[in-house]
């Protein structure tokens, strides 16, 4: 049985609440008080970095505006950026098949992956249709990657990954096939990373769109949104696709009962397409 950690009596719940107020002000992600544990083991390494103590300390340097850069450091160490490659595999064969499905209309493909994080997703993406296209010479849907942390980014640019997570859900054949070993690492090769435009957003600050796109990947990214928030990101991931396009939530994700710019795909579970 799992049990929630014990708060640290020392750490304040005034640092806690600027906290969790400057994660949802940043990027609309609420933090539920009994996640909020969470806070102080994410920021411990900035805090040893800067030689902090306590959580009030780094919320001064937050709050005294010296450092303009502090702010963005504790949002990318708060922020949840568990991925891993072909995550929900046979979701991907759907993908494959909306894909096929969009390319009958004449036009190349676009594909938005939203909240990328460190890039094992639109990464896996570009694998599948790399493949695909040398088995049947179609041709690579362009991908756009997008993260609100220029730190997660910077980490998908790189395409470098620890041992554990190459293994986390890559076959071999295509760890092989697709990355080289790198001094405990592995890099991906520059054709894959080529097949791959990343740039920062955010999605609930940012209302110009990275283009219009025939299927949007947004999962695992809407969860702990408010409602109202959820609202006018389903209405911006509404406006970027094209007539007919296709969303894609996490498995614990819904649009039903939370949005009208969608409905559910006849044929695949976790799918929406917009509406008209």
Known sequence: ??????PDPAVSQTAINVLTALLEARTGQQMASYRS???????????????????????TQLLDGQDRDVGDLIVDALLNQETSFFRDAAV???????????????RRVRIWCA????????????MLFTE???ARGTPIPEIVATDVSEAALARARAGRYTQFEIQRGLPIRRMVRWFDEAGGDWVAKPELLRAITFRRMNLVADHALPGRFDLVLCRNVLLYL???????????????????????????ETVIGQTPDFVPSKTARGFYVARG
């Open 1 to 6: 049985m799992m049990h929630t950690p014990i």
């Open 37 to 59: 544990w969470r806070i102080d083991t994410a920021v411990k390494p900035l805090m040893r970095a800067r030689g902090l103590e306590t959580l009030d300390q780094l919320v």
């Open 226 to 252: 408010a409602p109202a928030t959820k609202v006018a990101v389903f209405a911006l991931m509404a406006r970027s696709l094209q007539s007919g396009g296709t969303l894609v939530l996490g498995a614990g």
């Open 115 to 126: 909240g990328c994080s460190t890039g094992q997703e639109p990464l896996s993406l570009a």
């Open 92 to 106: 991907f064969d759907q993908i494959a098949e909306v894909v096929a499905e969009a390319e009958a209309a004449g």
């Open 132 to 134: 695909r296209a040398e």
